[in-house]
């Protein structure tokens, strides 16, 4: 079991930044994939940002170059830099890991970000 609890959301205005944090309840450095997925009202959740087997960093055309995921293995948290936030990025954002490649999919309780314009 991971438990994992996200923190950072809110409101901000269209080009602004945040800065979300998904902490877990195990080393980041025993999770095969750690990331950030997003759900905005009436769409699918979609992936954002995910970082594999520590190393292979992973994000969505929609996000590249605006957003950065980073983690830190001292605090067992991993990190969603946005910048350059638009209207389109208002979402509920998950994290998300697991354990290993056919684990079952462990998620945060989601944390709201909005953007206006």
């Known amino acids: 079991q991971v438990q994992l609890v996200e923190s950072g959301g809110g409101l901000v205005q269209a080009g602004g930044s945040l800065r979300l944090a998904c902490a877990a309840s195990v080393s980041t450095d025993n999770i095969f994939v750690i990331g950030w997925y997003r759900q905005a009202p009436g769409k699918q959740r979609e992936l954002v940002a995910t970082i594999i087997r520590q190393t292979i960093y992973n994000y969505s055309d929609s996000v590249k170059g605006r957003f950065t995921i980073s983690r830190d293995s001292v605090k067992n948290t991993v990190y969603l830099q946005m910048n350059s936030l638009k209207p389109e990025d208002t979402a509920v954002y998950y994290c998300?890991?697991?354990?290993?490649?056919?684990?079952?999919?462990?998620w945060g309780q989601g944390t709201q970000v909005t953007v206006s314009s």
């Open positions: 998300n890991a697991k354990t290993y490649l056919y684990s079952p999919d462990f």
